[in-house]
């Protein structure tokens, strides 16, 4: 039989491939950068896998050398991408899962599979009884039921036959806690009224058991992950697990559930804005994370539903999740027919670089305590009709409090709740965002951290009464809908909304707000300070968060400034445009000042891709040191800085700020 060149040489590959040993593929823990790729087949679908070929996913690899890949499995419409024993599967040219894993292998990369998990279309289809019931009493047309026989008759077996059929590393288990829906069926209702004696099931705000009617539904879907978890881990240890955005900012608790890593995916507009968010908070919670950018802006029920992002959009993302220590990945979707294009395969090798580039400055930092914001459980859980996230305009608090912050060239981490007693004595500062209800416990816990010396910033009408006594306040009445104009440097700052008029008993006033854009007359105490114990706090009367999330307003940030001045010194600072974010963390024996760029980031739909980022510079930054560093370079360009040291500030100059770079201290 006559070979050509080309198969000749592919044979001999082939052979050297086989006589050495695959390299040892790597934990979630130690795994930096990856690619997702999920396509959710359907019933329709008649060429799932038809284009791939060994040749293509080699390409991939070696130019873009991902740790670990997550391919399709199962998506949100229930049907299997491979070959099923065990349940119905799409119509399939050719099994994709058993070449991806193979070539994989060889390659000592990671393999996980997508897989819906409470979001399954076709388990409710076949079996009503599985689905959740809705309010009216009729079967949802997407949404299992977390009390029902769903996890074990369909979920685990499936698990349980792809990771032996292709001797799979993980999940990505999709379709979870934002997918799952309060349940109005028999079991749900039997457990309501055994836990609560309470026979008819409420359907909102207000009526008897609404909160008790949540919260049994929150525990319900944790036993549900735990089942599957636990059966799994049993049935195969090592096998890796994460519910997508499970103990992130949706689902804001301690983790207990024994998943092995922690990841979301984010989309939309201003995607930089939100991985600030959950960056900073998975960061909090001491289980190995990554962030999932899509690599694409996607509209749904539009012609121009898909537009691509250039690598550099996807660089400035990322930068934003590397500086917090966690673990980048990127979902793109191939073809129907699996294949992927150069053009994207190159996007992909471009961002991997870069985030490589940073990796041993960057992945497992921990924070150095600076500003802390405080992440409300409670609040969440008490004000919204959601089991959990996302949660949309209800953490404009904290996001927009936040990003005012950043914008301000401060380090600032979040605080969940629930770590509050465990932490907060390690920050200079804690700012409690305008959550409409933070609860008794949290601002016990505030005032003991803030008698002790710490200092506190209160923000939000409905906080101005639970902390009155601390802020050294008295009521006029309850909160009302006004408007509120407060001078910035330049013009007015728009701060219409709730707010608690005060007068002032052992406080000073710092902010005047005025009715209209006449600071002449009418004007009323919008923030005020005052000692507390051996610490100090401010309370600022209206929206403080809430606003900026929707306006970032020069004018709003300066107003926070303002405040912020007033009770910190930060440990960095930097002058610059507010487009730089600067992140203080600590590796080894290195103190890691992370500079990003976020000028012209994306943040409107008709401007859906980013190609540019404007340079910014010169920089001038300074850090408080005990005594000068022994050395200090600026990473990852590898240039040796020269900086001044003068009774405790160390100040050094950056001529030029690309995307994301890190002054290196060594101590």
Known sequence: MLFSRREFLAAVAALARGS??????RPRRDCYFGIHLDLHPTETDRELGRDITEEMIERFLERVR??????????????????????????IAQDSLALWRRVTARH???????????????????????ARRRPDGKPDENYTSTFGPYVDARMIPQLKEAIERYDLDGAWVDGECWAVQPDYGEEAARAFRQATGWKKLPKGPGEPGWQEFLELNREQFRRYVRRYVEAIHSFRPGFQIASNWLYSTYVPERPEIPVDFLSGDYLGNACISAARLEARYLSQTGKPWDLMAWGFQWRPNQSLAVVHKPAVQLCQEAAVVLAQGGAFQIYYQPTRAGWIDDRHVEVMARVARFCRERRQWCHGSETVPQIGVLFSTRSLYRTTKRLFGSWGSAVHPARGLLEALIENRWSVDVIPEWKLAEVAAQYPLIVVPDWPDVGEAVRDRLREYATGGGKLLVAGAENAALFREELGIRLKGGPAEQPAWIPGEEVFANFHGLWQEVELARAEAIETRYPTYDARKDGRCAASWARLGAGEIVGFYGPLGAVFAVTHAPAAREVARRMVRRLF???????????????????????????????????????????????VGPLQVGVRLARPPRSARLEPEGVRLEGAWREGLWSVQIPRLALHSIVAIEE
């Not at 670990?68 to 799409?90: E, I, M, N």
């Not at 819906?116 to 079996?127: I, Q």
């Not at 930060?570 to 000042?593: C, D, F, S, Y």
């Open 66 to 91: 991902p740790d670990f890949v997550q391919y399709d499995c199962k998506g949100h419409p229930g049907w299997l991408g491979y070959p099923s024993r065990v349940s119905r599967s799409a119509p």
């Open 108 to 130: 000592g990369v990671s393999l996980y599979i997508h897989f819906s998990g409470v979001w399954d279309s076709l388990a409710v289809r076949e079996h009503p009884r599985w």
């Open 20 to 25: 050495r040993a695959a390299p040892a593929r």
């Open 569 to 615: 010194v930060p440990a960095v600072t930097v002058e610059g445009p507010p487009t730089v974010e600067v992140v203080l963390r600590r590796k080894h024996n290195l103190l890691l000042v992370h500079l990003l760029n976020a000028t012209g980031m994306q943040v409107a739909v008709e401007y859906s891709a980013v190609d540019f980022v404007p340079p």
